[in-house]
């Protein structure tokens, strides 16, 4: 597997608080994704990167925020949290910087299981 | 937007029968990806489909891409029960975006 841990693995938290989610990567990859899965929807966009500083929306980005300073960490947040965000959330990573490839399959973080209560 | 549609959202097989997912897209694709998620794990890149009516096989699974380049399918030949999980396809749009199906979830009945 990739180099790609996420932090914290399961979180639950109440309504109104603010969440941020952890991505970190070992492999020097250019994109960060960050996408979050529900049943019956598959996977869906919710931000991604493609360099450091350099970032923009998906699908369903309302109600959350990214940064990034570094390659390796990707943060995404959530202002304040609601119910509809409980949600599996996961990081995933393409195209490695040294090689310049063009084959962009993506490596996907182990995932972040968030409960808003 | 580019939709992906995935069908079916399950399938119930013995083991030892076959299993096939199907993708269509409301666009062409550029080209399209298939992802494995077993039970409780994350998605895990399977291959990526580039020409028009490219057939592709690793093992036991068969891999297809449309000759319009809107749809693809998946394969499984004799499923084992290590074939469990969920199948998803998704087509490349610009900027490195991946546009998901909603996976086909594969249940092997002892």
């Known amino acids: 597997d990739a180099g790609i841990t996420q932090s914290p693995r399961h979180k639950v938290t109440e309504t109104g608080t603010p969440v941020t989610l952890r991505c970190h990567q070992t492999?020097?990859?250019?994109?960060m994704y960050w996408y979050r899965q529900d049943p019956g929807h598959g996977l869906r966009l919710i931000h991604y990167?493609?360099?450091?500083?350099?970032?923009d929306k998906g699908e369903v980005s309302d109600g959350y925020s990214v940064s990034r300073s570094k390659t390796e960490d990707f943060l995404l947040t959530l202002e304040s949290a609601t119910s509809s965000q409980t949600s599996v959330y996961f990081c995933a990573i393409s195209e490695p910087l040294e090689t310049g490839s063009s084959y962009n399959e993506q490596f996907f973080g182990p995932g972040t299981r968030l409960t808003v209560l | 937007g580019q939709q992906v549609m995935q069908i079916p959202q399950y399938q119930h097989v013995q083991e030892g029968e076959d299993f096939t997912t199907y993708c269509n897209s409301s666009t062409t694709l550029s080209n399209i990806q298939w992802y494995k998620q077993r039970p409780g794990g994350h998605p895990v890149f399977l291959i990526q489909?580039?020409?028009s009516g490219e057939v592709k096989k690793q093992k036991r699974l068969t891999f297809q891409f449309g000759e319009a380049k809107k749809n693809s399918s998946l394969h499984i030949t004799a499923t084992q029960t290590t074939d469990v999980g969920t199948y998803f396809c998704a087509g490349l749009e610009s900027n490195y975006q991946l546009i998901w199906g909603a996976g086909t979830k594969l249940i092997i009945k002892p």
């Open positions: 990167s493609y360099g450091v500083k350099d970032t």
């Open positions: 489909l580039v020409k």
């Open positions: 492999e020097n990859h250019r994109y």
